[in-house]
């Protein structure tokens, strides 16, 4: 079955930098995308960028952009989120999540069937 492994979190000031991964494995859907979303305590589960498998097409929201940068390795099976300049506002448990979804709907987390574990992130000012 399919599998998504998140790990990377950790605990930085403002201004910080960190790199989350993703590893994947059992994947039998012939398309298909992997987003990264975050869910702070007591706020609605938020998409953070989206990546397309088969072209690299990618998509942030407004604060991710400039900032994040979302990329796949397809030998190590692994896509990473890179966070630059991490904000207090960036705090939260980040989770990846796969599935065949449209890029108009990439930010609709219950389109995905498909999550990690999660990994927190917690940036102090």
């Known amino acids: 079955q399919v599998q998504l492994v998140e790990s990377g979190g950790g605990a930085v000031q403002a201004g910080g930098s960190l790199r989350l991964s993703c590893v994947v494995s059992?994947?039998?859907?012939?398309?298909?995308?992997i987003a990264w979303f975050r869910q702070a305590p007591g706020k609605a589960r938020e998409g953070v960028a989206w990546?397309?498998?088969?072209?690299?097409?990618?998509i942030y929201t407004h604060s991710a952009r400039g900032r994040f940068a979302i990329s796949r390795d397809k030998v190590k099976n692994t896509v990473y989120l890179q966070m630059n300049n991490l904000k207090p506002e960036d705090t939260a448990v980040y989770y990846c999540?796969?599935?065949?979804?449209?890029?108009?709907?990439?930010?609709?987390?219950?389109?995905?069937?498909?999550w990690g574990q999660g990994t927190q992130v917690t940036v102090s000012s």
């Open positions: 999540a796969l599935d065949n979804v449209h890029d108009s709907s990439w930010d609709r987390y219950e389109l995905y069937d498909y």
């Open positions: 059992g994947v039998t859907l012939r398309y298909y995308a």
């Open positions: 990546i397309h498998d088969s072209d690299g097409r990618t």
